[in-house]
């Protein structure tokens, strides 16, 4: 157990001019609250705050940031509030350990919503200060480094957030140290199996590593210092089993199939020069292996990485990784963003520190901030949590324009992401690319090293379908606002044209309604709303009903005057039929007519989950930016759809010309006997119908189930193909499926 002594040395042997009262203060209070608290462990709960604290203090961190450490679940675990803490330890203390009480919680990973969002803030959080998550990533290093107390579902729950969360936080951080314990204790907790056995393999295998290891280090010493190139010092290590682990089932190879089990790395003087003098006598002494040099010293990591990377042949034939940097470098490599606390002078005045701790905020701005800029109003949490994950792993590749800017994007790009990384007018407008002088389709992937070209008109709009393609935030971002305004468009769109069909029932002249600027304004005030399109849209998206839109225009008076529920005498005399007129209209796909009653030019789509068929029963929906959806009744999803009644239009099918094939697909369950499913393909090839696929099936309690798709015109040939299953000796019961 750390005593609170040891935190205090730590930190006044890296910051002579520390506030150590202020640490003195925050350990008592912390202390008095804690008190009576246990972990799992069955410690007193005070082991934890001095351990986190213990972590910052080694991380060179200010005494603001090791007093939080100590304070940090005093909010979130006792009685203690946030104005308490700012009674007794002032803005910034108070700032920090409410920023941290905040993204206390985000544990529920059952719900992907609340985790997105619980992300969101979190990232938030920290970018108000980088300390905050400085803090939080020490608190959970600690957590996981004594979760052995802890249940086994906690245990997992909490190591598949770290790999989810956490360990890609501090990876963006550039913190490496911190990235690899964290995956390393999780790998353990979650797969203990994979885990030992993989140790195992590497324990059985470690003296010829090392052997191996130590003979590449003497030979690097040795070449080096016959060149006069000075270096600090060559490091050996063996691959982490968490990143060996996780090649293996990537590539699905063996141990010994894994090149890259050992590496050398040398830490050279301060000076970038040094690094490319050794790596050219590494070349010498070996053969380098081609396109696997990397040069992250002139093009730097995102994170600020920097590090020259070779593989090159060993002795035997095998090959092996070096990397080469300075010690600044490696520092960097290892603490990121918390490394630059360590360079600090420790007289640095309140200005300059002010200014460097100002620098570091803008670079954590810089790394963080893109996962959440614009996402921070998009309602899709989920495809925001997957998009967070995968900006998260920059595997990165360099792209170059015509001009020769260099462009970074993460692997998988398209030639989309880096029009909107150009900026989002040439990503709008985008309709076309070239890769190396060469034109691309705009899905293609792109490589490192590319030259990309891309083609844009004015008049060109993106399409929903780049969401596909698209892997960036920035991009799909845009795409999705996009998209976004034109759901709005087509939504008043809609309104308008539900409200006017409202109003020819009520008889009143369609445009004196909709045109009348001054009067829709009232209306839509009346609403909450501020202008006339906005009420549109809301009787769009079916949040406002138009024959209440109408009520409000006509004054209760005329309303039941004009309303056609109260003229049905009327209408009887004169013969007329009710307001609704069935218009002609309305392509859905190809020839396929469907007439929507009533409400003239509207975009029809067939439902995906039932794909009705022309002849059966169908109903329409008015979806968002889809227009009016047509089921078949008895889709599954139709009664769910009924909670919106004021949604629901009445379509049917209109006659068409062209007669359109669609598959169907239909489970017949049959006696189990041979000659089942050649029975009932004949039967169905018989009446000259069209087979996709047909496969048979035994069910449990021996009952034959016999799926097959056919291709039928309508409901009529639908019933004729059923009724021949049906004949078929055998067969049982006949249904279309998938509905
Ligand atoms: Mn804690």
């Keep these: 157990m750390i005593r609170i002594e040891e935190v205090i040395a730590t930190v006044s042997g890296n910051r002579p001019n520390a506030d150590i009262d202020l640490i003195r203060r925050a350990y ?27 972590i910052l203090a080694e991380m060179r961190l200010d005494e603001v940031s090791v007093s939080t450490g100590l304070l940090h679940d005093v909010v979130e675990d006792t009685l203690v509030d946030i104005d308490t803490i700012r009674s007794y330890f002032g803005d910034e203390i108070t700032l920090l350990v409410d920023g941290l009480t905040k993204i206390a919680n985000i544990s529920d990973l059952s719900k992907e919503k609340q985790q997105a969002e619980n992300v969101r803030k979190m990232v938030l959080a920290m970018i108000t200060d980088v300390r905050v998550v400085l803090i939080k990533l020490a608190d959970r290093l600690h957590n996981m480094r004594t979760m052995q107390y802890l249940k086994p579902e906690k245990r997992e729950r909490i190591s598949q957030e770290t790999l989810d969360i956490y360990a890609p936080i501090a990876h963006r951080l550039g913190m490496g140290k ?39 280090e003497a030979t690097i010493t040795e070449q080096l210092t016959a060149n006069e190139v000075p270096f600090v010092r060559i490091e050996g290590r063996v691959k982490r089993l968490y990143s060996l682990w996780k090649k293996l089932k990537k590539q699905k190879i063996i141990i010994e199939q894994v090149y890259d089990l050992i590496a050398a790395r040398i830490i050279t003087e301060n000076d970038r020069k040094y690094c490319y003098l050794t790596m050219s006598v590494i070349h010498n002494i070996w053969t380098p292996v081609p396109e696997r ?114 462009i970074q ?63 960036t935030s920035r991009a799909r971002n845009r795409i999705r606002h996009w998209i976004t305004q034109q759901q709005r468009t087509e939504s008043i769109d809609i309104g308008r044209k539900l409200l006017e069909k409202e ?16 009067e829709m304004k009232r209306i839509a005030n009346d609403y909450g709303l501020s202008r006339p399109d906005d009420l549109f849209a809301s009787i769009g998206y079916g949040k406002t009903l138009p024959r209440n839109v109408l009520a409000k225009f006509l004054g209760a008076e005329k309303f039941s005057e004009l309303d056609p529920e109260n003229q049905k005498q009327t209408r009887l005399k004169t013969g007329m039929k009710t307001g609704m007129k069935a218009v002609r209209k309305l392509i859905g796909m190809g020839e396929d007519a469907i007439i929507v009653r009533g409400v003239d030019n509207l975009l029809t789509t067939r ?87 047909a496969r048979a099936n035994v069910s449990k309690d021996d009952i034959g189930m016999i799926e097959v798709t056919v291709e039928v015109y309508d409901k009529k040939h639908l019933d004729k193909v059923v009724g021949a299953i049906e004949h078929v000796p055998g067969v049982i019961a006949v249904e279309r499926i998938n509905i």
């Design 293 to 406: 040099f990397k040069d992250w010293i002139a093009i730097p990591r995102d994170n600020l990485y920097q590090s020259l990377h070779t593989s090159v042949i060993g002795d035997g034939g095998q090959p092996f990784e070096v990397q080469i940097r300075t010690e600044e470098m490696h520092h960097v490599a290892e603490e990121g963003v918390a490394a630059h606390w360590k360079y600090k002078e420790s007289n640095l005045g309140k200005k300059e520190e002010d200014e460097a701790l100002d620098r570091l905020r803008k670079t954590v701005e810089k790394l963080l901030l893109p996962l959440v800029e614009e996402t921070r109003d998009n309602e899709d949490s989920e495809d925001f949590i997957e998009t967070l994950k995968l900006d998260l792993y920059p595997k990165d590749v360099y792209a170059f324009t015509p001009m020769g800017k260099v």
């Design 178 to 216: 911190m990235r690899s314990e964290l995956e390393d204790l999780a790998f353990q907790n979650l797969y203990p199996e994979d885990y030992k056995r993989l140790a195992i393999e590497v324990d059985a295998r470690r003296p010829e590593l090392e052997a191996a290891l130590e003979k590449i």
């Design 503 to 518: 109003a020819e029932k009520f008889r009143v002249p369609l445009k004196k309604l909709t045109n009348n600027e001054t």
């Design 28 to 54: 008592l209070f912390s202390a008095l609250h804690h008190r009576g608290q246990t972990r799992a462990s069955g410690e007193p709960y005070l082991v934890h705050p001095i351990a986190v604290a213990n």
């Design 607 to 693: 439902a995906k989950c039932c794909n009705p068929l022309r002849g059966e029963d169908i109903i329409g929906y008015i979806s968002l930016g889809k227009g009016i959806v047509v089921h078949n009744k008895r889709c599954k999803n139709v009664s769910q759809l009924m909670v919106n009644k004021e949604r629901i239009v009445d379509v049917e099918w209109a006659k068409s010309e062209k007669e359109q094939i669609q598959s169907v697909q239909l489970l017949a369950t049959t006696e189990n006997r041979t000659g089942m499913l050649a029975g009932i393909t004949n039967a169905i090839a018989d009446i000259k119908t069209g087979i996709r696929d």
């Design 409 to 471: 994007l993460p692997r998988g790009s398209t030639p989309i992401d880096f029009a909107y990384a150009i900026h989002s007018v040439v990503g709008d407008t985008c309709t076309g690319a070239k890769i190396n002088g060469r034109i691309v389709p705009l899905r293609s992937e792109i490589n490192n090293g590319d030259v990309i070209e891309i083609l844009t008109t004015q008049s060109s709009k993106p399409s929903g379908d780049w969401l596909n393609h698209a892997v």
